[in-house]
DNA sequence: CACGCTTATATTTTT
DNA sequence: TATAAGCGTG
């Protein structure tokens, strides 16, 4: 059926029988084939899909390999396999069985953004917002506090460790993570923390942990480098139970890349001591990069202090070198990527077979600016801040009030839409609405704003009453559906848009995308948990079907581009203080890992590899400080790594190929000239 | 107390 | 660059 496609390792992967299987699948080795074909095998074998429990990093991925176990199996209801992130199962699970838990099935789920509000509340009404001495951000707070959980370490640890600067105020930090669980409890909501946190409480209870756990006869797991010590928890407790140990998992140390979300390699270097009896399946045969480009790879990773027991090789036929190029600067970089895309493109390779990666979502701000001047098309994945900007929250707030009055934060934000209210009022209404009384408890603050007589300020008292209305109007019968609940709410939030922000045309079109999203949605309760548990991750996806016949290249985080491939990679700003990321130098663990960032964006390239960097950064001039700084190439590009490629340079520009205007002018070297004796 | 304006500041990666 | 805090006005 699929035997033929597959190697002899693979194979003893995907056929394995009963019993936990560790799967070491280097960059390229067809990791996803291989677990697409072990689903497909056990549905072959007579494993019911519903009893298969598949966690990937992405719902894409989970949705691509179901696909592709399909279609190998032949099993006309593969998709019927528990397929998604752990978050989005745990969701799943608990609104099912969480009851025993204590949790009320309609919870609703807040994003990392949402949990940074309640903190803020909580701030203030602490009292840590007056400024006697800094108190850490919102997202700081967020940042530390989701570490910590996830990583399952002391505050005071995590703190020390990661957020040094923020030693001072540990007990400020403190008391705020306590009552941010209460909230978070009277409110009926779950953060993501808490949906993998009640998850473990569910495996690990007497009375639900055995009825969970027999769930499902396999789980496997995908990226499992990319897991933390919760996440193993949790399939500890997930384990089928009696002989048949069915765990599978699949990772590579080598592109271990989320440590800032407490992913830690130590759950799959210690697997085999852990789940006792593991097979281990080693995949080294690379069957997506050109030896060239192997051999970049190999040389970057093997500089690695860990170690990485595998060697990738591959039989495909040479390519050609790698290149690196040192650019002036960013302006030089950008036309430099450009050209080198048309030129690919020139010879046959489309738009979509060629990706540009960088570190950071900023970085490709100015090779966006340079596709549109040349009319490029492209999509960008990752950094997408469609959810979180401001108009989209309004939206999403009334919403979510709407599915549970008791989200505080929620709350906060609605009723200080009307004009005239502020942070102050729409606190002591919310006091007046009971939002902050028992979940659950009747009449509940919907009913009590809806239905009850309640005092505003006299300036205020019409755009209350617009508001009451269109909440009201979203309860009626007949708009039950998102889509049509969004409608309304647009209805009234198209002026309130025109008031608050600039370019509301842009803003309010971006209401329309989301009644978009919401069309395939039956419930608001699913429209607003899925949203949050798997947010459109490109511009593409937001745009829908009218881009889709057309070619477009590829932008995109090294994060979000962990598992996919190109037959062309330009990877961008690979100047020390980018990757390594100037944020992640702080030890040794953080730069292994941003090493670990360079050789997973190196490796998602089949046929050809084109490194830049610039030699000098502008910077917005600070005072009298110079406008420019020079950077030096990637630390991780020593002279050894270099030798494997092809080095270009201003220096060896053929001036045919100077790009007109970016370099060279006189302004350039009077500017040189100025950095040397200036 | 809301709101609009000015000024300081820190800045990654994602479920 | 974008956001948050600070300040003055109505």
Not at 206 to 217: C, E, K, W
Not at 287 to 294: A, D, G, H, N, V
């Amino acid at each position: 059926m699929f035997d033929d496609d597959l190697n002899a390792e693979q194979l003893a992967a995907a056929t394995h029988g009963q019993g936990p299987l560790l799967i070491v699948a280097g960059a390229g080795t067809g990791k996803t084939t291989t677990l697409a074909a072990r689903v497909a095998h056990l549905l072959a074998g007579g494993v019911r899909p519903e009893r298969m429990l598949l966690l990937t990093f992405s719902r894409r991925a989970a949705r691509e390999m179901l696909t592709r176990a399909g279609r190998l199996s032949g099993h006309p209801e593969a998709s019927r396999v528990w397929g998604g992130t752990f978050h989005a199962v745990a969701n799943r699970l608990l609104r099912l069985h969480g009851r025993a838990l204590g949790l009320r099935p309609d919870f609703t789920v807040l994003d990392q953004g949402d949990a940074a509000d309640v903190m803020d509340l909580l701030r203030e009404e602490l009292g840590f917002a007056e400024r006697e001495r800094r108190f850490p951000r919102k997202s700081t707070l967020a940042s530390v506090y989701s570490r910590t959980v996830n990583a399952g370490e002391r505050l005071d640890a995590v703190v020390k460790r990661h957020y040094p600067w923020c030693l001072d105020e540990l007990e400020g930090m403190r008391s705020i993570f306590a009552r941010y669980t209460e909230r978070k409890r009277a409110g009926n909501v779950l953060d993501y923390d808490d949906l993998l946190l009640f998850w473990k409480a569910l495996v690990a209870s007497p009375d639900t942990g055995a009825p969970v756990a027999a769930m499902f006869d396999h789980v496997l797991v995908d990226e499992y480098q990319d897991t933390n010590a919760l996440q193993a928890d949790i399939l500890e407790g997930m384990r089928p139970v009696g002989t048949a140990r069915n765990l599978t998992v699949v990772g590579d140390d080598a592109q271990a890349i989320y440590g800032f979300r407490a992913a830690t390699v130590r759950n799959i270097l210690e697997f085999p001591e852990r789940f006792p009896g593991a097979t281990v399946v080693k995949l080294e045969r690379n069957f997506r990069s050109t030896p060239e480009i192997l051999t970049s790879s190999n040389a970057v990773i093997a500089l690695s202090p860990q170690r990485h027991e595998k060697t990738l090789w591959t039989s495909r036929p040479a390519g050609g070198v790698p290149t690196l190029r040192a650019c002036l600067d960013e302006a030089e970089q950008s036309d430099s990527v450009c050209r080198a895309v048309l030129e690919h493109r020139e010879r046959g390779v489309p738009l979509k077979e060629q990706a540009v990666l960088f570190r950071a979502a900023h970085h490709s701000g100015l090779l966006e600016v340079e596709l549109m001047r040349r009319n490029i098309p492209f999509v960008k994945y990752g950094g997408l801040k469609f959810l979180e900007a401001a108009h989209v929250k309004d939206a999403l707030a009334m919403l979510r009030v709407l599915e549970n009055p008791w989200d505080e934060v929620a709350w906060f934000r609605v009723l200080q839409l009307p004009e005239g209210m502020g942070p102050a009022t729409a606190r002591r209404l919310m006091d007046d609405l009971s939002v902050r009384g028992e979940a659950g408890a009747s009449p509940s603050p919907m009913v009590n704003l809806l239905d009850h007589p309640f005092s505003v300020p006299v300036r205020a008292a019409d755009g209350v009453r617009e508001l009451r209305s269109a909440l009201a109007g979203c309860l009626e019968g007949d708009l039950l559906k998102p889509a049509g609940q969004l409608e309304r709410l647009r209805m009234y939030l198209e002026p309130v848009i025109a008031r608050r922000y600039d370019a509301p045309v842009a803003r309010v079109a971006d209401l329309d995308q989301l009644a978009t999203l919401a069309q395939g949605y039956e419930t608001r309760g699913r429209f607003l948990s899925e949203l949050t548990l798997d947010p459109p991750s490109s511009t593409s996806e937001l745009a829908g079907p009218p881009l889709l016949d057309e070619d477009w290249l590829v932008l995109s985080t090294i994060h979000s581009a962990k598992g996919l491939e190109w037959d062309v990679v330009h990877v961008i700003h690979a100047a020390d203080g980018m990757i390594p990321s100037d944020m992640a130098t702080g030890d040794d663990d953080e730069i292994e890992e941003e090493r670990r960032l360079l050789y997973v964006a190196m490796t998602r390239a089949r046929d050809a590899l084109h490194i830049t960097w610039p030699q000098r950064y502008y910077r917005r001039p600070k005072g009298l400080e110079d406008p420019h700084t020079f950077a030096q190439v990637s630390r991780f590009l020593t002279d050894d790594v270099r030798s494997t490629f092809e080095e270009q340079g201003p220096g060896v520009v053929r001036l045919d190929e100077a790009p007109a205007g970016a370099v060279a002018g006189v302004a350039d070297v009077d500017a040189l000239l100025s950095d040397l004796f200036g």
